[in-house]
């Protein structure tokens, strides 16, 4: 977030801006990938005596059958159901953070009684302080795209309407920060990606300043991968708070992430933890590594 030499520093708001741009765009181009994660996110493994698919549902075997149905049920449209709700929510999440973050950053340095640059550990611990600020803000967008991206053929609403649903529904207002716990927790994602980050390149390029954008880009995809596989367990729980309860429920809503994990590894297994990995470290991985490259550049 340091200003380029012999330029004034970009005010909370221009930093919020430039942050927000840069994640819309980024995510724009891999929500396809977002749209098929959560779908194979919050579906529950079939047994042969749960009742028949509906019309209008479906059951994916992997992120490729996920993509084929999807487009053959929706059309390439369907790739992008709730994209609009996406991209709103990643401009606000981004923009509230970077807003804070540079609020935070400079609260901190006005109270140091010689201005130094801060640490890795203060760095984190201030940016893991905006994100969770930012959540607060932000999740109500989250809950109604996760919503929107799982909702079946035939009972796709707007991003009004479908705020209205999660509002009518017994948690009330409530509702519109589901997931929010996990989503405090998952704050630490950042921070296990930069850690691993520069871990990394201490091991890989010991020495080198300087990256090429090839070696960036490679660090930044592995460590986040990393990040993802050590916090998909949460990843998934939210995703499962924030949808629709899963047929065998009855309608009845998960009340916190422990009992999502709990449902699921006794219905799936534990390794159900981890569904949905393979597009989600795939969307971090393409996220990440043209974001670090960027950044080494």
């Known amino acids: 977030m340091a200003a380029i030499s012999g330029q004034p520093p970009l005010p909370p708001w221009g930093n919020a801006l430039a942050g927000a741009a840069g994640a819309v765009m980024a ?5 396809p990938l977002d749209m098929v994660k959560t ?3 919050v579906q529950v493994k079939r047994k042969p005596t749960d009742e028949p698919l509906t019309v209008n549902e479906r059951h994916y075997a992997s992120a490729l059958d996920a993509i084929k149905k999807i487009v053959e049920d929706e059309g390439i ?3 992008y159901s709730g994209i609009n709700g996406s991209l709103l929510g990643v401009a606000s999440t981004n923009f509230a953070y970077f807003y804070w973050y540079s609020v935070v950053r400079t609260l901190y340095l006005k109270s140091q009684t010689v201005p130094k640059p801060p640490g890795t550990v203060v760095e984190l611990s201030l940016g893991a302080i905006a994100g969770a600020v930012a959540q607060i803000f932000t999740i109500p967008v989250a ?8 909702q079946p053929k035939g009972e796709k609403r707007g991003l009004v309407d479908t705020g209205r649903e999660v509002v009518n529904s017994e948690d009330g207002w409530s509702g519109l920060w589901r997931g929010l716990k ?10 296990i990606t930069y850690g691993a980050y520069e871990r990394l390149r201490v091991m890989l390029f010991a020495g080198k300043t300087k990256l090429k954008p090839s070696e960036a880009f490679l660090l930044g995809a592995l460590s986040k991968a990393l990040a993802t596989i050590v916090t998909q367990p ?12 899963p047929p065998a429920r009855k309608g009845k809503p998960f009340k916190s992430f422990v009992e999502v994990m709990t449902y699921i590894i006794e219905n799936e297994g534990p390794l159900a933890l981890f569904k949905g990995i393979g ?4 969307k971090g991985l393409l996220v990440q590594g043209l974001l670090m490259m960027t950044k080494e550049r």
Do not use: D, E, H
Not at 27 to 31: D, G, K, Q
Not at 144 to 150: A, E, G, L, S
Not at 234 to 245: D, E, F, N, T
């Open 279 to 282: 597009p989600q470290i795939t």
């Open 143 to 150: 809950v109604v795209t996760t919503r929107q991206q799982t």
């Open 39 to 41: 779908r194979l996110q």
């Open 77 to 79: 449209s369907g790739l």
């Open 182 to 191: 996990a989503s405090l927790v998952l704050v630490v994602n950042p921070a």
């Open 27 to 31: 995510n724009a181009l891999v929500y």
């Open 234 to 245: 949460l990843i998934v729980a939210k995703v499962g708070l924030q949808s629709r309860p």
